[in-house]
Structure formats: C-alpha cells, structure tokens
C-alpha cells in the first residue's frame, strides 16, 4: 500500500514563494532517497530535486539552483520543496518519488505561476 501524497500548491505571481509537502507511507521511507519532479503541460515528466536518506548531497536541477530547496523530516515521513522567486516557466504538476525504485505515481500538486 504505497501511498505519495503531495499538497502545497496553488497560484502564485512571479518572484512568490510555495512549499509543497509529501507525504509517504506503505514503504521503508527513511531508507529511500527521495526525488521531486514536474511535469509541464505537453511536455515529460523532468527531474527537480533530489535528497539522500539522511539529507546529505542533495541534488538539484540547473533550472531550480539557488531558488528551490529540498528536505525531509523521517520521523514524519515527509519530504518537502521550498520554492522561492518562482517563475511562469515552473508552472507544472510537481511530484514525489523514490529515487530507487520509485512506485507509483501520486496525483501530484498544480503550482501556477502568473501575473
């Protein structure tokens, strides 16, 4: 009973900040690496940010660095994505995932960005 429920997002103007959350359970959490990605609408699913079981060398994509953050809490099972001076162009469903083995796919949270 894998479940991944992300929640957080919303509508926000340019340079506005989000941060989603992702809840996990059915699976051994604090022992997976956990990613966040994004799908643009008509494009693939793309890879944003990725964390370590115990948040060490956390990685993220060129087009996020210095504005987007990942961590985790895994007493909570959580992991979460802070989004700072975001941009039209984040605009996407974002999603959680394992980074090893990921299950499947959650119903994922809407973040709109627009003036």
């Known amino acids: 009973q894998v479940q991944l429920v992300e929640s957080g997002g919303g509508t926000v103007q340019p340079g506005g900040s989000l941060r989603l959350s992702c809840a996990a359970s059915?699976?051994?959490?604090?022992?997976?690496?956990m990613n966040w990605f994004r799908q643009r609408s008509g494009k693939a699913r793309e890879l944003v940010a990725g964390?370590?079981?115990?948040?060490?060398?956390?990685f993220y994509a060129d087009f996020v660095k210095g504005r987007f953050t990942i961590s985790r809490d895994n007493d909570k099972s959580m992991v979460f994505l802070q989004m700072n001076n975001l941009k039209p162009e984040d605009t996407a469903v974002y999603y959680c995932?394992?980074?090893?083995?990921?299950?499947?796919w959650g119903q994922g949270t809407q973040v709109t960005v627009s003036l």
């Open positions: 995932n394992a980074g090893i083995s990921p299950g499947s």
């Open positions: 964390i370590t079981r115990h948040s060490q060398s956390p």
């Open positions: 059915g699976f051994a959490f604090s022992r997976s690496p």
